[in-house]
């Protein structure tokens, strides 16, 4: 296992120079037509890969081969789904080194970034394991002394489409308990990311021992993803979804999935605000906002977009969080010096290019960075942004530290709540007992008190509100979302009908 100082001379293997093949049914095979398609490092810019481009007849397949799958999934005794889970843990941890390189190559992200991802992931096969032994029902008392329970039953087939942002990890959290709750999976990894997101992972799932037909792969090129990703909503035996990636995506998924009165859990976009208030700890404010606006540069669904600051704090904390970013080196992200990597790939390198040139267009002061070396753009920070502006509400989804002064915290809570997202927020203040009231007053899934707005536990209900989505993940509320409820009852002689 490799230590973090080792990392910096460490020469990463190439785990994505050989052909990647699809898995359906346990089955590794080419796209239907031999289609294929290249994925690129970028951070260097050269070829890293080549995948099957699968199209709808693939996808169609896939779902087939879930179902199939599925009855005997639901039948096997849930410690022994369990046991699955966790040998996917043991194996994630034993090829640790191997997704540390495939992650920083493939998603242009820190190699600490990478760290934290491969070793975050196996904790989220360990909680989903526990909750194959959660209790999923109860009696009920009977009018008639009728035995009546209500249980709760798997729902068949989950599509689980993926984002490239952290690929590994949220695979991982659409598909673990749906899988220990006796569904099949059919994921596809977004077209950024296929093999960390979605290859490695199915080997993974070989190496435990899975059966075949429980988790299938498919993986698409972007001239693909609208019919394969239709296939897996529309498909009859597709019973749920589980999406994460844009607003627009997501709604669209959402809807569908409702006209055809199939379950959706959609974890979309976000504008998430930390609000440092008056008698707020400057260090640590400053601490948690930098790593809020640009880990990963700021290619997080909870970044800290909006930093939101007490009049009484505005300079001292301007002057200590710009040096701060100061600190930040952009480069090679193999190297654990460079905090700053690549974006991840040329269109969205522009739309934060945009988004800011628009921004200073407008009257944003541009207080530090500002300029891009192809897909490596500087952190960034500025002041000035008013809720007139595109920037105040649409995701920049890059480094750019957005930095806002209010005048007391219910100006701050406005300015919080003025948006059309609700993912995550954070309050930094020395009064607990206040950093809790505010925080219950901003429209938000999830708040933190004296922490960043980046924070996750895999036994938690991890969502958003208002354009961020709905549904959850993580713990007992992933159990809800990926099982359907069900009235049973058992009739002992008590109960007399007209007849």
């Not at 909680?127 to 798997?154: C, F, M, Q």
Request: charged share 20%; proline share 5%; net charge negative.
């Amino acid at each position: 296992m490799l230590m973090d100082n080792e990392l910096a001379e460490y020469q990463y293997p190439d785990c994505g120079n050989r052909s990647r093949r699809l898995l359906i049914g346990g089955e590794w095979v080419n796209s239907h037509d031999g289609k294929t398609f290249r994925v690129f490092n970028p951070a260097t810019g050269a070829a890293w890969s080549e995948v099957a481009d699968a199209g709808r007849e693939d996808a169609s397949a896939a779902i087939v081969a879930a179902s199939s799958a599925q009855p005997s999934w639901a039948a096997l005794p849930f410690t022994q789904r369990a046991i699955l889970l966790n040998r996917v843990a043991d194996v994630l941890e034993r090829r640790k080194e191997e997704f540390v390189a495939a992650l920083t190559a493939e998603c242009g992200g820190w190699v600490r970034k990478s760290l934290f991802e491969i070793g975050y992931t196996p904790t989220v096969y360990r909680a989903a394991a526990a909750e194959a032994y959660t209790p999923i029902g109860e009696t009920l008392p009977s009018d008639h002394n009728k035995v009546s329970i209500v249980e709760r039953s798997p729902l068949g087939v989950v599509s689980v489409i993926s984002p490239w942002n952290v690929p590994l990890l949220l695979s991982s959290r659409g598909i673990a308990v749906a899988l220990a709750v006796g569904n099949t999976v059919v994921l596809k990894p977004s077209e950024e990311t296929p093999v960390t997101g979605g290859l490695m992972l199915a080997e993974v799932f070989e190496e435990a021992g899975f059966p075949p037909g429980v988790l299938n792969v498919v993986t698409c090129s972007r001239d693909r993803v609208a019919e394969v990703g239709d296939e897996m909503v529309v498909n009859p035996l597709v019973k749920a979804i589980s999406f994460t990636g844009s607003t627009a995506v997501g709604k669209s998924i959402a809807a569908a999935a409702g006209g055809l009165l199939k379950k959706a859990c959609v974890e979309l976009g976000g504008k998430d605000s930390l609000i440092v208030l008056d008698d707020a700890d400057l260090d640590r404010a400053v601490g948690a906002a930098r790593f809020g606006a640009f880990f990963h540069q700021g290619q997080i669904c909870m970044s800290a977009e909006k930093i939101i600051v007490d009049k009484k704090l505005a300079d001292p904390f301007l002057d200590k969080f710009i040096a701060a970013t100061k600190e930040l080196n952009v480069g090679d992200p193999t190297m654990m010096d460079n905090q700053i990597g690549p974006i991840i790939n040329e269109k969205q390198v522009r739309s934060v290019d945009k988004r800011l040139s628009t921004a200073i267009e407008q009257g944003v002061t541009l207080e530090y960075g500002g300029k891009r070396d192809g897909l490596f753009f500087e952190p960034t920070v500025i002041t000035g942004v008013t809720p007139d502006m595109e920037i105040f509400h649409e995701e920049v989804f890059g480094p750019v530290a957005n930095i806002m002064f209010a005048d007391g915290e219910n100006e701050a809570i406005s300015l919080a709540n003025n948006c059309k997202y609700g993912l995550s927020a954070s309050v930094i203040t020395q009064n607990e007992e206040r950093g809790l009231r505010v925080a219950r007053q901003i429209e938000s899934g999830m708040a933190h008190v004296n922490d960043t707005t980046i924070y996750d536990e895999p036994t938690i209900p991890f969502g958003g509100v208002k354009n961020s989505g709905m549904g959850r993940h993580g713990g007992r509320w992933s159990v809800e979302t990926f099982t359907q409820t069900r009235w049973l009852t058992v009739e002992r002689g008590g109960r007399k009908t007209p007849f």
